[in-house]
């Protein structure tokens, strides 16, 4: 079992960065691959980004390819993703999520574990 917060969420001007990060907990972190998926008012909840349990695979989606970055620290149970260049189609609810599996994964149902979601609004 591993529980998931996210934090680092809020309002910023397009063009400006933030960076939210994923808390887990319990003693395996390393072991759990972990992906950001976000979800717009009206859209279906869509992949952003992955990396493997050691952090040596990530994965983008090209809508936030060289704008995001991706990373863990596996010392303090922690993913982050930075998040560079916003603009208004970066609005959304932002989640975390890990798979046991240690993997990449791009879909959603191969994740068991969820966050509750922080929002990103991005304004002109």
């Known amino acids: 079992q591993v529980q998931l917060v996210e934090s680092g969420g809020g309002l910023v001007q397009a063009g400006g960065s933030l960076r939210l990060s994923c808390a887990a907990s319990?003693?395996?972190?390393?072991?759990?691959?972990m992906g950001w998926f976000r979800q717009a008012p009206g859209k279906e909840r869509e992949f952003v980004a992955t990396?493997?349990?050691?952090?040596?695979?990530?994965y983008y989606a090209d809508s936030v390819k060289g704008r995001f970055t991706i990373s863990r620290d596996n010392a303090k149970n922690t993913v982050y993703l930075q998040m560079n260049s916003l603009n208004s189609e970066d609005t959304a609810v932002y989640y975390c999520?890990?798979?046991?599996?240690?993997?990449?994964?791009?879909?959603?149902?191969?994740?068991?574990?969820w966050g509750q979601g922080t929002q990103v609004t991005v304004f002109s």
């Open positions: 990396i493997s349990g050691s952090g040596s695979f990530r």
């Open positions: 999520a890990a798979n046991r599996d240690g993997m990449v994964a791009q879909v959603s149902a191969v994740y068991g574990y």
């Open positions: 319990g003693r395996t972190f390393s072991g759990y691959g």
